[in-house]
């Protein structure tokens, strides 16, 4: 079976500095990954996504995220938080066969000014 | 690319009285749609998965006859909550995916249910 988890249910940074929103990951399989951010009231918006190519995943407005195997984790960074960064953010794994996902249970991100 | 609309965008119904979402992928054909369901400051919850041309599989604890989700054709699924109650006030998203984007899903902007 397949699982994420979000270790943060709630991270505060300030602008300007570093983003890190932590996820690992179950799979009986080389699993795709990926990372959506919802704003409220919105749909999720596809960030990146991790599919057995480059370990380092760049992604949009400045998110980028390191699979690594060997501490089974997928977490995504941003070097400087803006405050229009601020949302909920979804680790997610695909279920290979059926292509359903399954979610962490989410990552709100505060940016202060 | 990849947008997926989602129609209404918010909707207020009286209690007993049916709602029909659409969902449609603008600018893809879509094999599969998905319909989810969030309660608030929570994660999403699947619901069920349509295939075009196909009878929806619908996740345990769904209840089929009340939740009627069409997928007549590559490029629009329909939910309907029939009957609907207070306790189906929730917001609604959808997703779509085809064979060409592999696994990743694009997701509608939800529709916010309100049952009074």
């Known amino acids: 079976a397949q699982s994420v988890t979000q270790l943060d249910s709630h991270v505060s940074v300030s602008e300007g500095t570093p983003v890190l929103l932590r996820c690992n990951y179950s799979?009986?399989?080389?699993?795709?990954l990926f990372w959506y951010v919802q704003h409220p009231n919105k749909g999720l918006q596809l960030l990146l996504k991790?599919?057995?190519?480059?370990?380092l995943v760049k992604g949009i407005n400045g998110f980028e995220a390191e699979f690594k195997k060997s501490e089974t984790s997928f977490h995504l960074t941003k070097p400087s938080a803006h405050m229009s960064d601020a949302a909920e953010y979804f680790c997610?794994?695909?279920?290979?066969?059926?292509?359903?996902?399954?979610f962490g249970t989410g990552t709100r991100l505060k940016v202060l000014a | 690319g990849a947008v997926v609309s989602q129609h209404p965008s918010r909707v207020i119904c009286k209690s007993g009285t049916s709602v029909k979402i659409e969902c449609r992928s603008l600018?893809?054909?879509?094999?599969?749609m998905f319909w989810y369901r969030q309660f608030p400051k929570q994660s999403l919850m699947l619901m069920a998965t349509?295939?075009?041309?196909?009878?929806?599989?619908?996740e345990q604890g769904v209840e089929k006859d009340k939740f009627l989700i069409n997928h007549a054709s590559l490029t629009l699924s329909t939910l309907t909550v029939t009957s609907a109650h207070p306790e189906d006030s929730s917001f609604y998203i959808c997703?779509?995916?085809?064979?060409?984007?592999?696994?990743?899903?694009?997701f509608g902007p939800g529709t916010r249910l309100l049952v009074l």
């Open positions: 991790y599919t057995s190519a480059a370990t």
């Open positions: 799979s009986s399989y080389s699993p795709s």
């Open positions: 349509s295939n075009e041309g196909s009878k929806a599989t619908y």
């Open positions: 997610v794994v695909s279920d290979p066969g059926t292509y359903k996902y399954i």
């Open positions: 600018d893809f054909q879509a094999t599969t």
């Open positions: 997703s779509a995916r085809s064979e060409a984007l592999l696994e990743t899903q694009y």
